[in-house]
């Protein structure tokens, strides 16, 4: 049985740092494009940032140079740096991971996505 669990979510100030973890079980998460996804209040899902099982990363602009996202040494999980947060990046931030190695063109989109966590709040407060 495939899980994706989320940890490290929490209330910071704008300029705050959070690093968030998916700690993948039931696959090998090394194996597979990895994501993270923010829904934030009435809005829909929307990837921010992919790591392809060679290591090669994705970002959305509105996060770039801001997030890093890198797998950790076990390999079974994937981390989420997040520097200069500011109240827009506020949400529910899900873990995923999509069938193949490679991160689909349209990494950005949940449909690409099997497998899915239950996610961690992350609230910026201004």
């Known amino acids: 049985q495939v899980q994706l669990v989320e940890s490290g979510g929490g209330s910071v100030q704008t300029g705050g740092s959070l690093k968030l973890s998916c700690a993948a079980s039931?696959?090998?998460?090394?194996?597979?494009?990895m994501a993270w996804f923010r829904q934030g209040p009435g809005t829909r899902r929307e990837g921010v940032a992919a790591i392809s099982g060679s290591g090669e990363t994705y970002y959305t602009y509105p996060v770039k140079g801001r997030f890093t996202l890198s797998r950790g040494s076990a390999k079974n999980t994937v981390y989420l740096q997040m520097d200069s947060l500011k109240p827009e990046d506020t949400g529910m931030f899900y873990c995923?991971?999509?069938?193949?190695?490679?991160?689909?063109?349209?990494?950005?989109?949940?449909?690409?996505?099997?497998?899915w966590g239950q996610g961690t709040q992350v609230t910026v407060s201004s």
């Open positions: 995923a991971a999509a069938p193949d190695p490679g991160c689909p063109v349209w990494w950005t989109l949940q449909g690409s996505y099997t497998y």
């Open positions: 039931g696959l090998a998460s090394s194996d597979k494009c």
